[in-house]
């Protein structure tokens, strides 16, 4: 039987669209021991208008290769097939970035879910049906590359705007009933959404945890940023406030709880959005912790 979580790492970015940050990280995560490395492949300048740049794209391949990790792919942070606008663009990204995953055997892409801007109400009509149409569509073209789209769960930024909860995710991806779709399950994401709107934050992490194929671990309080100023990002975690990306055990996520309980999908990675660039004093300590959270989930389902 495969494991329930079968690889645990981090993700890594491009501080500036080069190289070079990019492979400091990759050079730091492999000294430390990660398995797996969700590469943010767009936060290189690496698609233009949704052409893959060959050269850079090469250079890529390279850097891969160099390293014995497994991988997985964010796509564009931006990623919204809920926004009539810009919804044929986006699928134009997300259909060169399965590409890309094929190049860097990736077999995972990492898609967020939309939302409809409060100052865009008409936008709502069919944003629902926009977004399913949008999923499907890319998991067609994922499957002959043997691509998994894993849509993440996001979280409300402001009042009035529109997203879905987990719950209503996996409700889509059920319906949907697609082999080439499952969920990633942000819980920093559900924990700030579930507290903002007043939902239960364990029952919502229960409804998707079924059809969830990749997790997104990092730590906080909850807590919305709203239109609280800061001077410098270290404001919001003195503070609390905001999705901070925290290691492991800095905030108050009850991870032990969770783990304890949920089980995900077959050959699930559990990667952590904890910055090497702010915590990387800090990365060990999350690495070994998660490895204990990802034993707790496989002793159950061995």
């Not at 009035?160 to 399950?185: D, F």
Request: glycine share 8%; aromatic share 8%.
């Amino acid at each position: 039987m495969t494991a329930c979580i079968t690889s645990v790492g981090f993700n890594a970015a491009s501080t500036n669209g080069e190289f070079e940050s990019y492979e400091l990280e990759m050079r730091n995560l492999a000294e430390m021991g990660a398995e797996v490395v969700e590469m943010c492949v767009t936060s290189l300048d690496l698609i233009t208008n949704g052409r893959i740049m060959p050269e850079r794209m090469a250079r890529l391949e390279k850097l891969a290769r160099s390293y014995p990790f497994k991988y997985t792919v964010h796509g564009l942070v931006s990623s919204d097939f809920m926004d009539p606008d810009t919804l044929d663009r986006q699928l134009r990204v997300a259909k060169a970035v399965v590409e890309v995953c094929d190049r860097l055997d990736a077999r995972v892409l990492v898609q967020h879910s939309g939302r409809v801007r409060a100052d865009a109400p008409l936008d709502r009509a069919g944003a629902d049906k926009r977004e399913a149409d949008a999923f499907y569509e890319l998991a067609e073209f994922a499957r002959p590359y043997g691509v998994r789209i894993a849509v993440e769960n996001c979280f409300v930024t402001s009042p009035g705007e529109y997203r879905r909860l987990p719950s209503e995710i996996a409700g889509m991806l059920r319906e949907l009933n697609h082999p080439n779709l499952v969920g990633t399950l942000d819980f920093g994401h559900a924990y700030i959404d579930c507290t903002y709107r007043g939902v239960d934050f364990m029952s919502e992490l229960r409804a998707m945890a079924p059809v969830t194929g990749h997790l997104h671990v990092h730590d906080s309080y909850g807590n919305m940023r709203g239109t609280t100023p800061f001077y410098y990002p270290q404001d919001g975690v003195a503070l609390g406030l905001g999705d901070l990306h925290l290691p492991l055990g800095w905030g108050d996520i009850p991870w032990e709880q969770i783990f304890s309980e949920l089980t995900f999908l077959p050959d699930t990675a559990l990667m952590m959005e904890v910055s090497n660039r702010r915590f990387g004093a800090e990365q060990p300590e999350s690495l070994a912790r998660a490895r204990a959270l990802q034993a707790l989930v496989n002793s159950r389902v061995a």
